[in-house]
């Protein structure tokens, strides 16, 4: 093949087009395998919700949905996909992509088609509901996103290599709105270089009503990264409101959330799924692997469980690598049984597992078990209509997309 004949077959793959990225569409089959346990598929279907999932090393951005007895997994390749962000009413999903620059991407579902004369039908009623990114933007790498969080309509992220959370604005700008006080210097706060590790957003009805995670409640002589930064035990859940520790003794935690009153969070050095409450960690559970991503219905939590990567075994004391997995569990959480579970054998790490509601109707682009039809793919993204869909009329108040329990009484 000469030189021309490889670039005019370069970049006719639509799912590189989606991710910007040259190999998005080689996701080896073994990534998508997986295995269940118990009556996930109906415990799943249960609840009338699609589950978002983003596997970060493997570059997978993932959908697990379906109707009872007809399950669906579908998928995306991303580079490095981290936080999700959902905003039901307007319906948009909202994804971190953690590599240098950082973005963050914005999809909405395919709901109509434009009128073609050129192009056949060919599987568009199928295609409804698929997720499309319609906006990326770009950020500088040194923010290293981690979660996001809609609170009072505002995109919030964050941002681990600055100490901070700060709101992201669709031109590329950001703003720091809240930081924890034992970042403040003398003059100014130090959001030079990542001290804190300050990784997830419980998001309350505003900044002050929620609660942000990170592996330290101050900086030390070590940062993370570092092989030697202290983490047993020196994680904390800080308070927006007083801008202080309102929970010790966690080991690297993750995916802190406010449900039902209480301000949950994964424990993930030690696989631990659990609540605040006196201002100590209570574990409710504890799964094989490192525990990220958390989100609930009714009485169920689904918790992400991943592999201990070898080069982070020192932040992971509580855990035995060679036995940890990567999957989802869901617990009851009146008691922390597990009801059932979905692993991937060959996967690595989940960063973000969150509910999207079953009127969403959400799917990807590619389906796990059937062979890619070029044909179809190319067809949805030559004909979906980009025009927004009516908006519901939004509830009077202000009010947060991920939670907007009652704030516990020791916040």
Sequence with gaps: MTL????????????????????????????????????????LASTGSTLLVTREYE????????ARGNPEVSYLGLPHPSGLALDPEAGIVYLAATRNPNQVLAFRPVERWLPRSDRRRHGTDQAKGTLLPFRSTFYPGSLYLHDLSLIGGQLFGSACGHNAVVALHPDGTFQ??????????????????????????????????????????????????????????????????????????LTR??????????????????????????GRFQAMARLP??????????TIAFVGVSRVLPRFRQYAPGLDPERSQCGIFALDTRDGRVLGSISWPEGNQIFSVERAPGEMGLRLPFLKGKKENPAKTENLCYRYDPAVPPVPEAKPGPAARRGADPIPSNS
């Design 59 to 66: 570059h997978l951005f993932l959908a697990l949905g379906g």
């Design 4 to 43: 021309r004949d490889e670039q005019n077959r370069a970049w006719r793959r639509p799912g590189d087009i989606l991710a910007s990225w040259k190999e998005a569409s080689c996701v080896a089959p073994a990534l998508l395998h997986h295995r269940t346990r118990g009556d996930w598929w109906d415990i």
């Design 253 to 278: 935690p993750h995916s802190a959330r406010i449900y039902r009153g209480k301000v949950w969070a994964d424990n993930s050095g030690y696989g631990e799924v659990g609540f605040a409450e006196g």
């Design 176 to 249: 720091y709105r809240w930081w924890p006080r034992s970042i403040d210097g003398t003059g100014k706060p130090r959001f030079d270089c990542n001290y804190l590790q300050c990784n997830s957003i419980a998001a309350g009805p505003a900044l002050e009503d929620s609660f942000f995670s990170a592996s330290a409640e101050r900086p030390g002589r070590r940062r993370p990264g570092h092989s030697d930064f202290p983490v047993d035990r020196r994680g904390v859940l800080f308070s927006g409101r007083t801008r202080e520790p309102m929970a010790h003794g």
């Design 289 to 298: 692997g490192w525990t990220r991503g958390l989100c609930f219905h009714g």
